[in-house]
């Protein structure tokens, strides 16, 4: 994990898998924004945007956040992730990142064996994987989709897949950015990276915790 890494993460998850996978949980209106706070103050927005034609969805999300390290050290960082999926099923991913001046990529591809991974890092390619094959059950670390706590995660700035453990501690009401609280379920993910991310009872996507740096917390922007 790149010490400034917001989007990653792992997963084998043990809590109960769905017995019938549920439909994509799209935003009525199409849209997620989320406010990005550091230690409690604000550094950035995380939006995603929705685009359905008939069995075709396409997820287009975008990450800017900067702000300082200790009260000292700059720091930027930025993610402009293209997700496709069809009936249901994912399909590809293009991930580029721009940490503090770092170009990373990823790129992901359905194939009949699972999926096609390649990255890159601009500034320290000997941690590039060569390309490989993840598992059929892979799916990308965007948040947005809670079936990612049930197979195998992919980490969309490295490129890596990871095992983890994925407990839920039950349901908490959490602050929303602009007043007031949405109850949501609370998933803790433990692995490479520790994080807490919560689902409301339409498993839309409604916070997230990251012990990084401090703390980096999301706030869904209703």
């Keep these: 994990m790149d010490r400034r890494g917001f989007l990653v993460a792992a997963g084998t998850a043990c ?45 287009d999300i975008a990450l800017a956040a900067q702000g300082h390290l200790a009260g000292i050290i700059p720091f930027s960082y930025g993610a402009s992730i293209t997700e496709r ?34 990255s890159s890092n601009q500034n320290h390619p ?29 980490n969309v700035q490295t490129g890596h897949i990871y095992p983890a453990t994925v407990t839920s501690p039950g349901w908490e009401k959490v602050p929303a950015a602009n007043g007031g609280t949405i109850t949501a379920q609370r998933f803790d993910v433990t692995g490479k990276l520790h994080l ?6 339409n498993d839309q996507w409604s916070a997230l915790a990251l012990p990084l740096f401090g703390q980096i917390t999301y706030e869904k922007i209703l």
Excluded: C, M
């Design 15 to 59: 809590i109960a898998r769905p017995a019938v996978a549920d439909a994509l949980p799209v935003p009525p209106n199409g849209r997620l924004a989320f406010k990005v706070l550091h230690n409690g103050s604000p550094i950035g927005q995380h939006t995603l945007n929705f685009t359905t034609q008939g069995d075709a969805l396409t997820v």
């Design 85 to 118: 999926w069809l009936g249901g099923v994912f399909q590809s991913l293009d991930s580029q990142v721009n940490d503090d001046g770092n170009l990373l990529e990823v790129h992901a591809r359905k194939t009949a064996a699972g999926y096609d991974i390649r």
């Design 126 to 154: 000997e941690k590039v994987l060569p390309e490989y094959t993840a598992p059929p059950d892979t799916l990308p670390l965007t948040y947005w989709n809670k079936a990612v706590l049930y197979g195998t995660i992919l």
């Design 196 to 201: 807490s991310i919560w689902y409301d009872v």
